[in-house]
């Protein structure tokens, strides 16, 4: 990110925030009041000195020149990464009002600065020849088959257990519970199969997912056996299958498509977590290739993944494709400019051919659970006590899944449109469509649903 | 879009059905379809639900669309600058219950810069931004006295969408044209019908609504239907004239003097005597005047009492209590009700021409002052009377200003608003300088926002002696708080030097002076934050 002298907006510094309440007392101390000897260089560090509750004042730093995203430097005792106090500096100095004038770093900025830029210089040196040590490709190869060895063996215990459990019969999966699915998840992550042991898991959340769980168990379960049996004969299958084959049972590859510069829009950015990992996804519009990409960023528990785009901003940079047919995931290369506003829209489509479109999708990818559709002039519609997408012109409509049905952005969906047509952008599959960002009928800002 | 709404196009007749049976019984009890020889029943099934999946899948078809809502009613209002409305949204995430609680700290409390805001945004006539609705109707449904601002600057879309949640409905019942829209005052037949059949709380609405409008027309239609009311509604009906009441109104109320209810006569009285020419008024001051006087006998000119010594069917009439509420002595009560009711300017006729200043300033024989002037207290707030709210206030830095005089904090500060803005903001200044911040807080809620420049300057430097003096900030957590949101946001400035540690003195309290620095922190902060709003928002 060589963002020297560009200052960035307040909302890409919200997006840095790991959580609401981070958020909020970043911003409160997004102010001029509370700071004091702030400043920021030409070498892209920003610094300054914050009054907290104590009588020593903490010291704040930030390095935004670094390429793999910001870092931060702080006194206080926070375990919130930024803390509110680097976050407010950097809205104070995103406002650009005078508060963080350019000067001279202080000392104790300045130590810290030199000693990460020389360990991260060490690192870059040390990482390219460590490449080149760790690339002895017999001992690789090993590994990778005995980890396959593994993973042929979790699979075909899988089939058995499936076999067993539809020879008894799925209704008693239901008395069994969820600690049958528990324990078989953890014989797959024994087999280092992290994508099968998900699968599991989600199995047995169903028996307990209320009406019409039989129909969605069975529905997952041939789905795993299809997961399982292209595993077992991959070397059957064609190149590009067998590759997503490869990473949904969790083998996956490293992004060496061919990068694509394009001009990328940032579509949507949610975080969804569990005990472990905070998982971000952030989809991209190529507006020249009109592609879609969706980048994976991850964070502890806790903690904000590093990548933040936020919604609404384009940016040029080079995309490459991680491997496996239908696959939209791709690893974010070298960015050329830093995000800024952008008017662009993706073009929209009808509610029939986004269905038509997952569908499409379902032929390279059988386990896609949806795909991302921009849909143009939708009315959000109240169907008895769920809501619709419904055209504009024509009887058609997209039901909204259950889960985006209950959330309170569903509001400021409705709210946006007023009974007015509005283009939406989201995740369009079998369970129906999860609306993530929304355009107003005339010129306005993207609005994000999430 | 549920696979269920294609069956269509499904081919072998209900074979997903027949899968989904057989695999709840188990392939022990029923065999699946398709079963070739030399192949496991369970295997089978699961192949053939897996192309079954995926062709119901693939083949997902758009449901048909439910009636579509009708549009919201177009906001001609601009819409806010953009940097206004990332203020809006960053004071609307800042909910109560979400933040760490407990104590302040240096950040500013953004919950309470909304009314604020929300004034400034529709004073400059501002539309909200669609996108918000949700969250400001969530702010003003946990929050009654944010109803109004907030309803107004949230406009007709917000009405709409309170009709598709039911957690807003309120927004349908305070928003005009909200359920029940009101009638025009030309709409003389649902105007009529609305007052014959609405519910009470409508009533009330279309009368006040009405009594704005054309004074004399909702007096009219309340007379049609006054003598079949009940009790308790009269009540509230006669209220609600009390906004534009005027000397047309006096028959009508001298009916309600005979009303059977007692509280109707006490409202009618009341309502009467604020009316200096009429009837009543004149009774009154006949009354209370028989019972003051300037006796000249002694040295210096001295007020005498001499209070009633019956309550006769007359003084009830009128809207007297003869029964005294214990405690307190029959004649003084009576008195004190007399001359609240009597008309102020009769004072300077009768006790020889002074001006209320002088007349305040006499002596009162006998241990009546307090009394007497408590009576002309309410009066004046009764009136609305200038002059006799000014002479009552005393100067500010008078001592027995300060103390529990005659005159209590609470009919200060209402004396108080009877004085222009500016008179106000300078009494208070006077006061909070001579008098200090603990009894102030009363009185600069009834201060124009934001402060004067003396009235902030004042209450800056009070503050500033107040933390000299080594006391802790929370005792004045509550001028603190008012000052965020009261004090002009040019004061900030100067106030920049108080929001260093200064150094401990012996006789502080342990810790005062950080927390002092803190507390003023936070003022500081609030004021630029403040500062910022407004010129976000633009000039007016």
């Given amino acids: 990110m060589t963002q020297q002298g560009v200052r960035w907006t307040a909302d890409q510094v919200l997006a840095l925030a790991p959580d609401a309440a981070s958020r909020k007392a970043g911003s409160k101390l997004g102010a001029a009041g509370p700071w004091s000897e702030a400043g920021s260089s030409d070498e892209g560090t920003v610094w300054g000195l914050c009054k907290g509750s104590g009588s020593k004042p903490y010291q704040t730093v930030i390095d935004i020149a670094d390429s793999t995203g910001p870092a931060y430097k702080c006194s206080c005792p926070s375990r919130k990464f930024p803390c509110k106090h680097a976050l407010g500096l950097l809205l104070l100095w995103a406002g650009g009002d005078g508060t963080v004038p350019h000067a001279q770093a202080p000392d104790w900025a300045e130590q810290w600065i030199e000693g990460r830029r020389a360990r991260s210089e060490k690192r870059t040196a040390g990482g390219a020849s460590g490449a080149s040590s760790a690339g002895d490709p017999e001992a690789a190869r090993r590994r990778a088959e005995r980890r396959a060895e593994r993973i042929t063996a979790g699979a075909a215990e899988l089939e058995q257990r499936l076999a067993d459990l539809l020879r008894g019969g799925l209704a008693t999966a239901e008395q069994a519970g969820y600690g049958m699915w528990e324990e078989t998840a953890a014989r797959m992550v024994d087999a280092q199969a992290p994508g099968l042991a998900a699968r599991v898991r989600e199995l047995g959340a169903i028996p307990s997912s209320g009406p019409g769980w039989p129909v969605r168990l069975l529905e997952e379960c041939a789905l795993l056996h299809l997961l399982d049996q292209g595993w077992l004969r991959r070397e059957l299958l064609p190149d590009g299958l067998a590759a997503t084959v490869r990473s949904r049972v969790g083998l996956s590859g490293s992004a060496d498509g061919r990068p694509v510069r394009d001009r990328w829009l940032v579509l949507a950015q949610y975080d969804t977590s569990d005990a472990r990992l905070t998982t971000r996804r952030i989809w991209l519009y190529g507006a020249e290739s009109g592609r879609a990409a969706l980048l994976l960023s991850y964070g502890a528990a806790g903690r904000a993944p590093e990548l933040a785009l936020p919604v609404g901003l384009a940016f040029e940079a080079e995309v490459s494709a991680y491997p496996g047919a239908g696959q939209l995931r791709a690893a974010l290369g070298e960015q050329f400019t830093p995000p800024a506003p952008a008017t662009i829209r993706p073009p929209g489509t009808t509610t029939l051919q986004a269905v038509e479109r997952y569908g499409e999708a379902l032929r390279a990818d059988p386990w896609l659970d949806s795909y991302p559709v921009t849909l143009d002039r939708v009315v959000p519609t109240p169907d008895g006590d769920t809501w619709q997408l419904a055209d504009t012109d024509g009887d058609l409509a997209l039901p909204l899944t259950p889960a985006s049905r209950s959330r309170p952005d569903l509001w400021r969906l409705v709210a946006l449109s007023g009974g007015a047509p509005v283009t939406v952008f989201g995740e369009c599959g079998h369970r129906g469509f999860t609306p993530l960002t929304a355009w107003p009928e005339g010129a306005g800002d993207a609005v994000p649903l999430c | ?540």
Avoid at chain 2, 29 to 55: H, I, K, N, S, W
Avoid at chain 2, 221 to 239: I, K, N, S, V, Y
Avoid at chain 2, 314 to 327: A, I, L, Q, S
Avoid at chain 2, 523 to 529: A, D, I, K, Q
Wanted: charged share 25%; net charge neutral; proline share 9%.
């Fill in chain 2, 1 to 540: 879009m549920n696979t269920t709404s294609t069956p269509a196009d499904a081919p072998a007749g209900g074979s997903w059905e027949e899968l989904v049976t057989v695999a709840l019984l188990g392939t022990e009890r029923r065999t699946p379809p398709g079963l070739r020889p030399g192949r496991e029943a369970p295997v089978t099934l699961l192949d053939a639900a897996a192309v079954e999946t995926l062709r119901r899948r693939a083949g997902v078809r758009p449901a048909r669309a439910a009636a579509r809502p009708e549009p919201a009613a177009r906001d001609a209002r601009p819409s806010l600058p953009p940097a206004a409305a990332r203020r809006l949204a960053m004071l609307l995430a800042d909910r109560p219950g979400t933040g760490g609680g407990g104590r302040r700290g240096t950040a500013p409390d953004l919950m309470e810069l909304l009314p604020q805001w929300l004034q400034l945004a529709n004073a400059r006539g501002f539309a909200a931004p669609p996108q918000a609705l949700p969250a400001l109707l969530d702010a003003a449904r946990g929050r009654t006295d944010l109803r109004p601002a907030a309803l107004a600057f949230a406009g007709p879309r917000a009405v709409w969408l309170a009709r598709l949640n039911p957690e807003w409905r309120f927004a349908l019942r305070s928003a005009p044209g909200g359920g029940a829209a009101l009638p025009g005052p030309e709409e003389t037949e649902r105007v009529e019908r609305l007052w014959q059949e609405g519910l009470f709380a409508e009533r009330v609405a279309l009368l006040a609504a009405i009594r704005a409008h054309d004074p004399d027309a909702a007096r009219e239609l309340l007379t049609t239907t006054w003598a079949t009311e009940r009790a308790e509604d009269r009540l509230m009906f006669l209220d609600s004239l009390r906004s534009g009441l005027c000397p047309a109104d006096e028959p009508f109320l001298e009916r309600a003097l005979t009303d059977r209810s007692r509280n109707v006569r006490a409202t009618a009285a009341e309502l009467l005597s604020a009316l200096p020419d009429s009837a009543l008024a004149a009774r009154m001051a006949a009354r209370a005047g028989s019972c003051v006087a300037v006796d000249r006998t002694r040295g210096t000119p001295t007020i005498v009492v001499e209070a009633p010594h019956e309550c006769d069917a007359g003084m009830e009439r009128d809207g007297v209590v003869p029964k005294p509420p214990t405690g307190r002595g029959e004649r003084s009560w009576w008195l004190g009700q007399l001359v609240e009711a009597a008309p102020l300017r009769v004072w300077q006729k009768r006790l020889g021409g002074r001006t209320p200043e002088e007349i305040v300033a006499l002596p009162v024989a006998d241990d009546w002052q307090g009394e007497l002037h408590a009576a002309w207290c309410r009066a004046a707030v009764r009136q609305r009377d200038p002059g006799w709210s000014r002479a009552l206030l005393g100067a500010p830095a008078a001592p027995e200003a300060g103390g529990p005089g005659a005159v209590s904090l609470a009919e200060r500060s209402k004396l108080l608003a009877t004085l222009g803005s500016t008179e106000r903001a300078e009494w208070v200044a006077g006061f909070i300088g001579t008098h200090g911040l603990s009894e102030a807080f009363q009185l600069l809620g009834v201060c124009a926002v934001p402060w004067a420049g003396p009235l902030g300057r004042a209450v800056v430097d009070a503050l500033n002696i107040a933390r000299d003096a080594g006391s802790y900030p929370w005792s004045f957590s509550g001028v603190m708080g008012l000052a965020e949101r009261c004090l002009d946001p040019a004061e900030a400035g100067r106030l920049e030097g108080l929001t260093s540690v200064p150094d401990e003195s012996e006789n502080a309290a342990p810790g005062a002076g950080s927390y002092w620095a803190e507390a003023f922190q936070r003022l500081v902060t609030t004021l630029r934050l403040r500062a910022a709003m407004a010129s976000e928002l633009g000039e007016p």
